[in-house]
């Protein structure tokens, strides 16, 4: 196309544009079906290095884009798989950017099936052709902070499973395909750079189990042996929550009581109860044990949160149960509500059967 040529076309854009009742909406809409209009509005659509690739992956002749040709409201947010394909083929960063962008101009209500479809891509990657390796794995556990606090949970037959699972089961079978000495050594590292261990201690502790007898077990088929490097990987993690657990960052992680029960099992003391016992004593400690002690019950009558009492291995729920008392008459309506739900949440958990 001539420079002439050019100016025509984005003068014909920009008139289309203007008679457009919705201009932003207008904009997105051309871009996305029309590459060669792409460049003339400068869309919100990054730009790749290959130019006809980017043209390509929009044609009517895909199948999982085509009907956005024929529709007024195409729909900008789905994932489609030769598009995942090309990202996770530059790398981490720029699928994690791609998920990131995917968010942030989905509307709410759609932005969990964004997140469930993206770690369902990354599952069928690393299950069938590609191989983990430090970096992806990196870049997993760094984006888990986030995925988790999403839960996106769902249900399938009688058992109900959120991104947390999701991202174990991904790593699990990852793992799986590699040599056991390149899956203890690609975990220790991991251990060492991640923010939020969330992950990584519910991986672990389902690998390796507990070492109380009345812990985590490994059953079923899939088992990501660690070989000699088994206690290593424990105590190097222990370490970390135990760190974690002084500086009072524990309560800053996405699922504090993944940590706390992954310390349990991972001692023969009563360390836990004993961190526990001191940090009800602090505000932060206190809010932290009494968000994260209740947890969802489904039920085919109707879903209902209990105080499970195995919580009593790792608290004094009595202890707790009297500092959430107190804290019913807080000024602060937020701490208030929080002991409140514990409370209720205890009373139904101490009238459940075992």
Known sequence: MSDEEKKRFDRLIETGLSLAKNREGARHALAFLFPKAEKSIHTYLPPDADVNIRRIKRRVSIAEFSENYFSLSPQLNDWSKPEFEQKFGEGPTETFELL??????????????????????????????????QEWLDAIINASQTLIRNKDEEAKFLFHFD???????????????????????????????????????????????????EG?????????????????????LLSRVRTLATSGEIWHQARPAQLLWFWWGSTEDDEVLQFTSTAMDTREG???????APSLVRSSEEDYEHVSPTWRKIVDLDQLNAKAEE????????????AERFIAALRVGRNDSF
Do not use: C, M, Y
């Open 286 to 292: 206190l809010i932290g044990l009494l968000s994260n």
């Open 100 to 133: 990131a962008q995917k968010i942030a101009f989905a509307p709410e209500e759609e932005r969990p099936d964004l997140r469930r479809t993206f770690i369902e891509l990354l599952d069928a990657e690393f299950s069938s052709r590609a191989e983990i390796n």
């Open 163 to 213: 991104n947390l699972d999701r991202l174990r089961w991904l790593l699990q079978h990852a793992l799986e395909r590699l040599p056991k000495e390149t899956r203890a050594t690609l975990i220790k590292s991991a251990i060492a750079g991640a923010r939020d261990l969330s992950l990584l201690v519910d991986l672990v502790r389902g690998v390796i189990g507990d070492l109380k007898k």
């Open 327 to 338: 804290l019913l008459s807080s000024t602060d309506r937020s701490d208030a509500a929080t």
């Open 216 to 236: 985590a077990k490994r059953e079923g088929p899939h088992r990501v042996d660690l070989g000699d490097e088994s206690e290593a990987v424990r105590s190097i």
